[in-house]
């Protein structure tokens, strides 16, 4: 059985950059969020997808969307990036109905 | 508004004592309550939940009991070891809705020798 796994490891682009972090849920789970984690806080909820459709979302602009696939992996896309995005950004899988997320190792994404 | 919170930025235990951390929340209306572990340079790693209709749930060397009219949890780690040594999230979630996971800020737990 596969872990999550996350795309790249590390990052760094400029401010008013696009970037698109990748995915892979784990064997047998359908639903994927994704969170943002700041230096010294806990993890931010972002939004969630459930059968390729945005299912839930937490307090973040429009320039921050996803997409999921028909194998459950997913996207993160952030566009216009600013300073405040420097941040680890976390992908989780889980089971629809059932509380537990499982994480995987998280991006570092660098803004200059 | 800090729905989970954890007023604890850190905590040192001796090597096989029980180490207790703390953990506070708002909203009466959370399902489950679950505890995350996280080294440097890794994802948070589960650990344990409890649905808010239980007031103990363990496993292994950890224990998490539910207080519902205090609006707080507490994870229990007996003997800590030193791998124990790491940032333990709290968090909470609402089912029914977007699932989403609310964590506190974390508690970074020390284990001595």
């Known amino acids: 059985e596969t872990g999550v796994t996350q795309s790249p490891t590390h990052l760094i682009k400029t401010r008013g950059q696009q970037v698109t972090l990748r995915c892979s849920s784990q064997s047998g789970h359908n639903t994927v969020s994704w969170y943002q984690q700041a230096l010294g806080q806990g993890p931010q909820f972002i939004f969630q997808?459930?059968?390729?459709?945005?299912?839930g979302r937490g307090n973040f602009p429009p320039r921050f969307s996803g997409l999921q696939f028909p194998n459950y992996s997913s996207e993160l896309n952030v566009n216009a990036l600013e300073l405040d995005d420097s941040a680890l950004y976390l992908c989780?899988?889980?089971?629809?109905?059932?509380?537990?997320?499982?994480f995987g190792q998280g991006t570092r994404l660098t803004v200059v | 508004d800090q729905q989970v919170k954890q007023n604890s930025p850190s905590l040192s235990v001796q090597e096989g004592r029980i180490s207790i951390l703390n953990c506070d929340y708002t909203n009466s209306m959370f399902d489950y309550f679950l505890w995350y572990k996280k080294y440097p340079a890794e994802g948070p790693t589960f650990l344990i939940s409890?649905?808010?209709?239980?007031d103990k749930n363990e496993d292994g060397r950890f224990t998490v009991f539910l207080n519902k009219s205090a609006k707080h949890l507490s994870l229990h780690i007996v003997p800590s070891q030193p791998g124990d040594s790491a940032v333990y999230f709290c968090a909470a979630i609402l089912m029914n809705r977007d699932d989403k996971i609310i964590f506190g800020k974390g508690t970074r737990l020390h284990i001595l020798p």
């Open positions: 409890i649905s808010s209709i239980k």
């Open positions: 997808y459930y059968r390729e459709e945005e299912n």
């Open positions: 989780a899988s889980s089971v629809q109905q059932r509380p537990e997320a499982f």
